[in-house]
């Protein structure tokens, strides 16, 4: 991952946990929600790694949102 795309992944991330964070929902149950792994979403979260589009879908889904409402950064 080059440093433009580490940026965007934090980017994502930070996005994604704090619209988590604002619904006051904690990672272990969001992660579960979503029918995705912790360790997976505090990856995302983190920016250390590149979310799938599914993934991203379950994500923006659990978060009442649209995918490319999560994606504008």
Do not use: H, V
């Not at 579960?32 to 923006?60: D, V």
């Amino acid at each position: 991952m080059n440093t433009k795309e580490s940026k965007y992944f934090q980017k994502l991330g930070a996005k994604i946990k704090r619209l988590r964070e604002e619904k006051g929902i904690d990672q272990k149950s969001f992660a579960f929600e979503c029918e995705i792994g912790r360790t997976q979403l505090y990856m995302i979260e983190n920016g250390k790694t590149n979310p799938r589009l599914l993934t991203l879908m379950k994500i923006a889904d659990g978060l009442e949102t649209s995918i490319s409402e999560l994606l504008n950064l």
